[in-house]
C-alpha cells in the first residue's frame, strides 16, 4: 500500500483554501513527515466562521427530510472512500488499517443512523385556556473539537447531529490527525451547500480562538479535561452551549467467580485496544485476591501473543503511540513506576533505537493506590493490575478519582455485578464487556469527564434550543 499523501487544503464557504504556513503531518510509525496541511490564522477562522453564519438561515430553513437526505449521501461518499479514509487514518495516526477501515466503516453507519433521527414535537397541554407546544431549534454555528485518537468517528458524532438538526459547522481536528477531517471536508463539498461544513486545521490556538469566537454558538469538544476546562472559560464570553467529552481512568472490577481463562482476553482489549489510547479504555484493573494471580498470568500469557508494529503491517495488532507527547507522558510513567518499586510482569522496556513512537505492552502488578500509573490517564499501554479482597473497598477505590467516564464489572454472578455498577460513579457501566458504544445510547461522563452527552436523541438536543409556544385560546 502506497504512503504518499496528495495535499489537502481547508473547506470554507464550499472552497478548498490552502495557506500560506503549513503545518507538518508525521507518520507515528517511523516519524517521517508525510504531509504538509494548512495552518489557519484568525482570519481564516473568521472566513470560516462567516461562511457558517451566512448559510446558516437557508440551512435551517429546509426541512429535517432535506437534510437528512444530504446526510445519507454523505455517509455514501464515507462508505465509498473507505479505503483511502482508512489508509490515510492508519499513517497519520497508527491504528493498524482493519481496525481504521472498521472505524470509518463504522461512521459511514454512525452518520446514516443520525440521518433517520427526528426530534419529536411535543404538544404539552391542548385543553381549557391553553394549546401548549415543545420543539427544538438550531442554535447557530457549531464549532467541532476532536482530539486525535479516533478522527473518524468522533468528528462525525459531532457533524451528524449538528447539521441535522439545522446548525451550520465549523470542524477542527487535531493537529496531529488533520488528514482524514480534510478528505471528509473535500466529501462533504460536493454535497452539502456551500458554508454548511467547514474544515480548518491549525495548531492548538486555533481551538482557543474558536471556543472565544462571537460567532460560534455552540462548542462540542472531545479532549482532555485539562484543555475542556479552557474551552468552558472560553464559552463564556458569549455563553456558547458547550458539551465535553474528556478523559477518563475507567476501572474493571472483576468478581471472585470470574474465569480468568475466560475474561483475561476480552480485558486485555478493554484495556489495550488502540493502543490503549481510547477515554474509555480499562486503565484500572482490579482483581479479587482469590483469581488475583491466576488471571495475571493468563493476562500477560495472552499479551505475550500480541504483535505490535506499524500499522501498515496486515500482522501488526497494536500500532505506535500517536505522538511524541503521548509517547514522552507514557515514558514518564513507566519509568515513575520503576522508580516506586513497584513490580513490572510484562514490558516497560522501551527501544529508543528504532524510529516510532512504539511503547511495549507493559503491565504492573499490584502498585500502590496513589501512583501515577493508578491515578492518572495514562493513555498508553500500561496498565495496573490492583489486587482487592472486599467489594465496598474496591468501589470505593473505583470511585476515588477525578473522573466518571466509564467502567465495568466482569463475573458470574450478574445479579451481584449489578449491585456494583449501580454504585460505581460513571457515565457507562458495562457487564462483562467495555467500551461498546452505540448512537441510540446516550454518552457521557460524570464528574470532570464532561458536560452533556453524545449520541441519543438527548445527545441530540444539545445542538437545539428548547422552545415552547404557548397559544392562548379565545375562550
Ligand atoms: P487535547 O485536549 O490535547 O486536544 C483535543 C482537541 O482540542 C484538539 O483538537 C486540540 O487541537 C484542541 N485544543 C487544544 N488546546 C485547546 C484550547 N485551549 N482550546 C480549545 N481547543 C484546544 O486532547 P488530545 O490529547 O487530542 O486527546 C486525548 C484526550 O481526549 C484524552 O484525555 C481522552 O480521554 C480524551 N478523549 C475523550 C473522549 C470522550 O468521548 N470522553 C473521547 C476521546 C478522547
Redesign the pocket.
Known amino acids: 500500500m502506497t504512503t504518499s499523501v496528495k495535499q489537502f487544503g481547508m473547506t470554507i464557504n464550499g472552497e478548498t483554501v490552502y495557506t500560506k504556513n503549513t503545518l507538518p503531518v508525521i507518520n507515528p510509525a517511523n516519524e517521517e513527515v508525510i504531509a504538509q496541511v494548512p495552518h489557519a490564522d484568525e482570519n481564516d477562522l473568521n472566513l470560516a466562521v462567516h461562511a457558517a453564519r451566512a448559510a446558516f438561515p437557508s440551512w435551517a430553513a429546509l426541512s429535517v427530510e432535506e437534510r437528512a437526505q444530504m446526510l445519507e449521501e454523505f455517509a455514501d461518499a464515507i462508505e465509498q472512500n473507505s479505503e483511502e479514509l482508512a489508509r490515510l487514518f492508519t499513517l497519520e495516526m497508527g491504528r493498524p488499517y482493519q481496525g481504521a477501515l472498521q472505524e470509518v466503516s463504522g461512521a459511514a453507519k454512525t452518520v446514516k443512523f443520525y440521518a433517520k433521527q427526528r426530534l419529536p414535537r411535543e404538544i404539552l397541554q391542548d385543553k381549557d385556556t391553553h394549546y401548549v407546544e415543545k420543539y427544538y431549534t438550531p442554535l447557530g454555528v457549531a464549532g467541532l473539537?476532536?482530539?486525535?485518537?479516533?478522527p473518524v468517528s468522533?468528528a462525525v458524532w459531532k457533524v451528524s447531529p449538528a447539521l441535522l438538526t439545522g446548525n451550520t459547522v465549523v470542524l477542527?481536528?487535531?493537529?496531529n490527525t488533520p488528514l482524514t477531517t480534510l478528505y471528509l471536508g473535500e466529501l462533504a463539498k460536493d454535497i452539502f451547500p456551500k458554508g454548511v461544513f467547514n474544515v480548518i486545521t491549525g495548531a492548538?490556538e486555533l481551538?482557543?480562538w474558536?471556543?472565544e469566537h462571537s460567532g460560534i454558538d455552540k462548542i462540542s469538544?472531545?479532549?482532555?479535561?485539562?484543555?475542556g476546562k479552557?474551552?468552558m472559560q472560553?464559552a463564556a464570553i458569549n455563553l456558547k452551549r458547550v458539551t465535553l467529552?474528556?478523559?477518563?481512568n475507567d476501572a474493571a472490577i472483576v468478581l471472585e467467580d470470574a474465569d480468568p481463562k475466560k475474561v483475561a482476553k476480552p480485558l486485555f482489549w478493554a484495556a489495550f485496544l488502540n493502543t490503549a489510547q481510547v477515554?474509555v479504555a480499562t486503565k484500572r484493573l482490579y482483581v479479587h485476591e482469590k483469581i488475583y494471580d491466576e488471571l495475571l498470568t493468563e493476562l500477560v500469557n495472552y499479551a505475550k501473543t500480541v504483535k505490535v508494529g506499524d500499522g501498515m503491517d496486515p500482522e501488526t495488532q497494536l500500532g505506535p503511540l500517536q505522538n511524541k507527547t503521548q509517547y514522552e507522558k507514557v515514558k514518564g510513567i513507566i519509568e515513575d513506576t520503576k522508580r516506586s518499586g513497584a513490580k513490572i510482569v510484562l514490558g516497560g522496556e522501551i527501544d529508543e533505537s528504532k524510529p516510532g513512537y512504539f511503547i511495549p505492552i507493559t503491565i504492573v502488578d499490584n502498585p500502590a493506590d496513589d501512583s501515577r500509573v493508578v491515578v492518572e490517564?495514562a493513555?498508553g499501554p500500561i496498565l495496573p493490575v490492583l489486587k482487592y479482597h472486599e467489594y465496598d473497598d474496591v468501589i470505593q477505590r473505583a470511585n476515588n478519582t477525578i473522573y466518571g467516564?466509564g467502567a465495568s464489572v466482569w463475573g458470574e454472578d450478574l445479579a451481584l455485578a449489578r449491585s456494583i455498577a449501580d454504585r460505581l460513579e460513571a457515565g457507562t457501566v458495562w457487564i462483562n464487556e467495555a467500551q461498546v458504544l452505540h448512537p441510540k445510547f446516550p454518552?457521557g461522563?460524570h464528574k470532570q469527564?464532561?458536560i452533556g452527552v453524545e449520541h441519543s436523541l438527548e445527545g441530540i438536543t444539545e445542538y437545539t434550543n428548547t422552545k415552547v409556544v404557548m397559544i392562548r385560546k379565545n375562550k
Open positions: 473539537i476532536v482530539p486525535w485518537n479516533f468522533l477542527k481536528p487535531s493537529p492548538n481551538g482557543a474558536m471556543t469538544f472531545t479532549g482532555s479535561t485539562g484543555t479552557k474551552v472560553g467529552e474528556l478523559g477518563g477515554c490517564e493513555f467516564l454518552f461522563g469527564s464532561g
